[in-house]
């Protein structure tokens, strides 16, 4: 007992550790994996290639996407759909993406009261930049 004593008397006049956390933002590390976005390439090009890698490594099966194609041959996704409900943030379908398309960035604030809006289109992912990796470029690699 007098060592609990003890222990809360120490204690008391420490700093309190605890964030108000929306008015006092906490620092994220630039690989935090938080949202998911799409990017596109320095031309304004959407970088995915619907190659499906991400929706087969996927272990929630939160990511669905058709496969298209422009005149010129090339590959992409009609429609690119991620259901937030089900993510786990898990980085896999970053790690899968030949194309750097996917990313995830440090923002977590997804919450909703309707499960419905957690369901994000491709409109609501694509960003206007590269992203994490401007200088990487697909085409130019393979």
Do not use: H
């Amino acid at each position: 007992q007098i060592r609990s004593i003890w222990m809360i008397f120490r204690n008391i006049f420490s700093k309190s550790e605890t964030k108000m956390y929306p008015e006092e933002k906490l620092y994220l590390s630039p690989r935090y994996r938080g949202r998911v976005i799409l990017t596109r390439n320095t031309n304004g090009e959407e970088r995915c290639v619907a190659c499906n890698l991400c929706s087969a490594v996927c272990p929630v099966d939160c990511i669905a996407l058709q496969k298209s194609e422009t005149n010129s041959g090339r590959w992409y996704p009609k429609f690119f759909r991620i259901n937030f409900s089900r993510c786990i943030f898990c980085g896999l379908c970053e790690e899968a993406c030949p194309t750097a398309a996917i990313q995830l960035m440090p923002d977590f604030e997804l919450s909703d009261f309707k499960r419905q809006n957690l369901v994000y289109e491709k409109e609501d992912l694509l960003i206007s930049g590269p992203g994490k990796y401007p200088d990487y470029d697909f085409y130019s690699v393979s």
